[in-house]
Nanobody, 114 residues
Framework: QVQLVESGGGLVQAGGSLRLSCAAS????????MGWYRQAPGKQRDLVAT??????VYADSVKGRFTISRDNAKNTVYLQMNSLKPEDTAVYFC?????????WGQGIQVTVSS
């Protein structure tokens, strides 16, 4: 069982920045994806960004503003969020895949005020 612990969320004004971190309790192979999803109130959970040795994928809504990165030695994935907008407000979830099974973090709140 892989535990994913997210940190770095909070309240920020529009135009500001936040950096999310997600640390996995077990080693995640670099070829396996780690990523971030988000869920706003009353909406479905959507992909924000993923990263693996094969590359990165971003949602169109965050391209050019968010950057995902990964430290395989620390089993940690990061999400640098710049130029934040009120519509980025959501609970952000970390996800990792290990041995073909997906794992989720508990979620962390990001609130962007206008």
């Amino acid at each position: 069982q892989v535990q994913l612990v997210e940190s770095g969320g909070g309240l920020v004004q529009a135009g500001g920045s936040l950096r999310l971190s997600c640390a996995a309790s077990e080693s995640i192979r670099s070829s396996n994806p780690m990523g971030w999803y988000r869920q706003a109130p009353g909406k479905q959970r959507d992909l924000v960004a993923t990263i693996s040795s094969g590359g990165t994928v971003y949602a169109d809504s965050v391209k050019g503003r968010f950057t995902i990165s990964r430290d395989n030695a620390k089993n940690t994935v990061y999400l640098q969020m710049n130029s934040l907008k009120p519509e980025d407000t959501a609970v952000y979830f970390c996800q990792a895949v290990r041995y073909y099974q997906g794992y989720w973090g508990q979620g962390i709140q990001v609130t962007v005020s206008s």
